[in-house]
């Protein structure tokens, strides 16, 4: 069969079963048993000649020689070397150890190497030396196993009694290995997994029981054939046992080891770096592609100007279970071998999954000596995703944390999975909402929601991600409560205008900050009568109090109940909202936090209140309130102890923040209020709600 260039070879192991031969001439008639007749294979190669593979001596019956379906191999981890005008050709030959060359054929073997895990049997005629013809046969069985990139997951049962005090190490040729207790049983049946590629496909990997410790005496050992692993179909558990070697200590112990093993075929990440622009100078450019442990570097640029670099190679990665690519640019130094990165950037693949095939154009981020996080460039790269293994496999595999998706069958699955997704209870959505909720603080924020949809595959703006938490976000405090996600859940259609509606929120819901603290100040405003312009002459009566104090900046505005009274006497008797507000362990509070918490339930518009709380907070006159100014800020607009609204404080500046300031400049406040009214003054919810 000559080769079609359209057919890609694939690296594997080629086992041929010796059957029989059959008409044998050139013998003896009477002197049978002086023949010792053995078959000889060689697979002529361009490259690296392979090791000459033979057989053992057969057993004659009459004309016939039986090999007792004896099995040899090749290791191919070429085959395009095999290649000679077109064809692979096995040299196959009947020898005796006197004698020599009794008969001999050339075989092609290349429709076998193209068809993986088929078993053909094959009657070859075999020409004595000097003969035209001939009636004489051999009988041999082909079959080849491709050796294809991919995660091999390996489970052990029956190991040895005793286990609690025992450890089994598993360990790969290429350094691979990982050490369990034998009492784990949930690590012996499926914690074991290996990434096997060219670097140990024809190798065995080394399986030991040791004493406690797992660096003591080994008892017991054994191998396992790599190769053999990827018979089955791809993803098929298949059970089998293997033999023990053990200590002779140990001869009271089963001879044998119970294996699980299941092969996970690698789909192949095809990168092409088109070009590179704003990237720092490198006087040898490079970009590195890198996926859990397997590097690939580009060749120099194929053309180079003054804003951006071109390349023109393209670069193969095999993927199983990764949901991201590390992308870094960088200078290799080619006398070294070293490669120094500039930049660098994580790449999520699950678009790629997806789609199939994608453009992308990745920021680079490099950490300069303060550290910080810059800009240093970016590079527009083409992706295409190839998976040859079974249809309907979903990337990534093995991955119990993100979405999977077919390749290129993305709204298929989707429309699948609407039709025959069940009910879920409220176990179910209390999982989900558990997983999302990454700080276990109750309540989903935007970078956890962003972190979601980043594992899914999707690519979201600021816009998009505020725009989906105000739709659950009724009480306006930039976060989800999971009273919110589980009527979004349950809602027909959550995206419908009406859905406010369908959901009916708590007192809790509705105003997260309001407490007993907060009613206070309320019942003690109604009571006094205080105004707008009471609280504003509190205000400016502790700004200069604090102006004329030689204390620190972070206790000035420090005050006792005796000095409340002399600077706010229209607030009546205070002693209840002091109390409230003075902790168990100081006499003093902050008059900031007295004079905002009366502000909240006074007659104060929005912007008002913006404006009083820069007057109070910017304490530096720096134009932006930073992140430990926010949070004093609301631990007096929610009467609530400081360490309640570290995360307030964080998603407001997140959701408001200047960017490249880190702080809030009076406008975004005052946005921010309008935005987000509950994330920044609570309004007051009657007690009968």
């Known amino acids: 069969m000559s080769y079609n260039p359209a057919h890609r070879f694939k690296p594997g192991r080629l086992f041929i079963t010796c059957i029989d031969a059959e008409n044998i001439r050139g013998r003896a008639d009477n002197n049978e048993d002086t023949l010792t007749p053995h078959l000889l294979f060689k697979l002529p190669t361009t490259g690296i000649d392979l090791p000459i593979q033979q057989s053992r001596i057969g057993t004659i019956k009459g004309y016939n020689v039986a090999f007792g379906k004896e099995v040899v191999s090749f290791d191919i981890a070429n085959p395009e ?12 030959q009947l020898r005796d150890g006197l004698k020599g060359l009794i008969a001999q054929c050339n075989a092609s ?18 020409l004595t030396p000097g003969d035209t013809s001939t009636n004489s046969t051999v009988n041999l069985a082909f079959n080849f196993v491709e050796a294809n990139p991919g995660l091999l997951k390996l489970s052990f049962k029956n190991c040895v009694e005793n286990s609690s005090k025992r450890y089994i190490s598993v360990s790969t040729p290429d350094g691979q290995s990982k050490t369990s207790s034998l009492a784990d049983r ?31 005496e080994v008892i017991g050992e054994c191998k396992l054939v790599i190769i053999d692993c990827f018979k089955g179909e791809d993803g098929e558990m298949i059970s089998s046992t293997i033999s023990m070697s053990w200590d002779r200590r140990m001869n009271a112990h089963t001879p044998s080891i119970s294996v699980r093993h299941c092969f996970l075929a690698a789909g192949i990440v095809r990168v092409k770096c088109i070009d590179a622009n704003g990237v720092r100078d490198a006087a040898h450019p490079r970009v590195v592609i890198k996926a859990a442990g397997r590097t690939l570097m580009t060749e120099k640029p194929t053309l180079t100007t003054s804003s ?25 130094d080619q006398v070294t071998g070293e490669f120094e990165s500039l930049g660098s950037s994580d790449l999520s693949l699950l678009p790629l999954y997806k789609s199939a095939s994608i453009d992308v154009s990745v920021d680079l981020k490099h950490q300069n000596e303060l550290g910080e996080m810059i800009d240093v460039g970016k590079i527009q790269l083409a992706l295409q995703f190839v998976f040859q293994g ?57 970078a956890e929601l962003r972190h979601c949809l980043v594992c899914m595959g999707e690519h979201v703006t600021e816009a998009e991600i505020d725009m989906m938490i105000s739709m659950l976000d009724l009480n306006g405090d930039g976060q989800v409560s999971f009273r919110g996600f589980k009527a979004m859940v349950e809602s027909p259609d959550p995206a419908n205008d009406d859905f406010s509606y369908l959901y009916v929120p708590t007192r809790s819901d509705r105003d997260q900050g309001n407490n007993i603290m907060q009613e206070v100040f309320r019942k003690h405003v109604r009571a006094h009568s205080i105004t707008k312009a009471d609280v504003l002459r509190a ?56 004079v905002m918490s009366f502000a909240s339930v006074a007659a104060f518009s929005s912007t008002e209140k913006c404006k009083l709380a820069f007057d109070m907070f910017d304490v530096d006159g ?20 400081r360490e309640t609204l570290k995360k307030k404080a964080y998603n407001l500046l997140r959701l408001v923040g200047d960017k490249g300031t880190e702080g809030v400049s009076m406008k975004a406040l005052t946005l921010g209020a309008d935005k987000f009214p509950s994330l920044i003054f609570p309004s007051i919810v009657d007690q009968k709600v």
């Open 308 to 332: 951006s670099l071109l390349w023109d190679n393209e670069l193969e990665i095999p993927v199983v279970s990764e949901s991201s690519l590390t992308i870094k640019f960088g200078d290799f």
């Open 186 to 216: 949930s690590s012996l049946e499926g914690g074991f997994s290996f990434w096997v590629d060219d670097k140990n496909w024809f190798g065995e990997i080394d399986v030991e029981i040791h004493e406690e410790g797992g660096d003591q």
């Open 622 to 641: 720096s134009g932006y309130l930073s992140i430990d100014q926010i949070e004093v800020l609301l631990t007096c607009t929610h009467s609530s102890k």
């Open 109 to 126: 073997i290349t429709e076998v190497l193209l068809t993986s895990g088929v078993e053909t049997t094959r009657s070859l005629s075999v």
């Open 81 to 92: 070397q095999l290649l000679i005008d077109g064809d692979i050709s096995l040299i196959v």
């Open 390 to 446: 079974p249809t309907k496999v979903a990337f990534p595999r093995d991955q119990g944390t993100v979405q999977s998706y077919i390749p290129g069958d993305s709204e298929a699955i989707t429309e699948q999975a609407k039709k025959n997704a069940p009910g879920f209870s409220d176990f179910d959505i209390k999982q989900a909402f558990d997983k999302i909720d990454l700080d276990k603080n109750g309540y989903i924020g935007a």
């Open 539 to 594: 205000w400016d009566a502790l700004r200069r109090s604090a102006l004329s104090s030689r204390r620190g900046s972070s206790t000035r505005f420090d005050i006792g109940y005796e000095q409340l009274s002399e600077l706010m006497p229209q607030f009546g008797d205070s002693a209840e909202v002091f109390g409230l507000l003075r902790s168990d362990t100081d006499n003093v509070i902050d008059g900031r936090q007295l």
